[in-house]
């Protein structure tokens, strides 16, 4: 196995601690130190992390779950059905199981919620990726979330566009790494030669 993939206990402080020491910035204690980087943290954090999940299908974030029609359930222009995606750790819809039905992700009101529109009858079971406790992270994800974060903090901490550049460039490398990392380990062949 990999060393980008062998599974170690991932302390969100430290990631973002990591992303301030690159970014030129000077590490906190907790997220509620009144200093600008814990601010930046906080701003940025999720949105980076949230985003990492859902350029790659990472294997440690699927999930699987069964959904039934939603009780608020009217047609919408060419759908007959709509399933509420009322789950917090939901990022992406990567399939249907047991069947391919054409559908659409939208925005319900009613629902207060993302819905899938299909029309597929009830229930129906999806593979999606969610947020994953951070026990779960690959090293190498770890490794693209500290540049990217730092990236982001460094336009604030020292206001040069050129330090931020390089720290996005690093950053989209390592995420590539451990997205072929990733799909090279689960992409299991029966064409193996001893």
């Known amino acids: 196995m990999s060393d980008l993939n062998t599974a170690r206990e991932v302390d969100i402080l430290e990631v973002c601690n990591r992303a301030i020491d690159l970014a030129g910035g000077q590490r906190i204690n907790t997220f509620d130190d009144k200093v600008e980087e814990a601010r930046l943290s906080k701003l940025h954090f999720r949105f980076i992390r949230d985003k990492l999940l859902w350029d790659h299908d990472w294997s440690w974030a699927s999930h699987y779950k069964e959904i039934a029609k939603s009780s608020n359930d009217t047609n919408v222009d060419e759908w007959d059905y709509m399933y509420a995606i009322k789950f917090n750790d939901f990022i992406r819809l990567r399939e249907f199981i047991d069947s391919n039905p054409l559908y659409e992700i939208g925005y319900s009101g009613a629902e207060e919620s993302r819905v899938i529109y299909t029309n597929e009858s009830s229930p129906i079971k999806i593979?999606?990726?969610?947020?994953?406790?951070?026990?779960?992270?690959?090293?190498?994800?770890?490794d693209a979330l500290v540049y990217l974060l730092a990236a982001e903090m460094s336009r604030t901490l020292i206001e040069t566009t050129?330090?931020?550049?390089?720290?996005?460039?690093v950053g989209e490398a390592r995420k590539m790494e451990a997205m072929e990392v990733d799909a090279n380990e689960n992409n299991f062949s029966e064409d193996i030669v001893d």
Do not use: D, Q
């Open 162 to 169: 050129t330090a931020s550049g390089e720290l996005f460039a």
């Open 127 to 142: 593979r999606y990726t969610g947020i994953p406790s951070a026990a779960a992270w690959a090293p190498g994800f770890v």
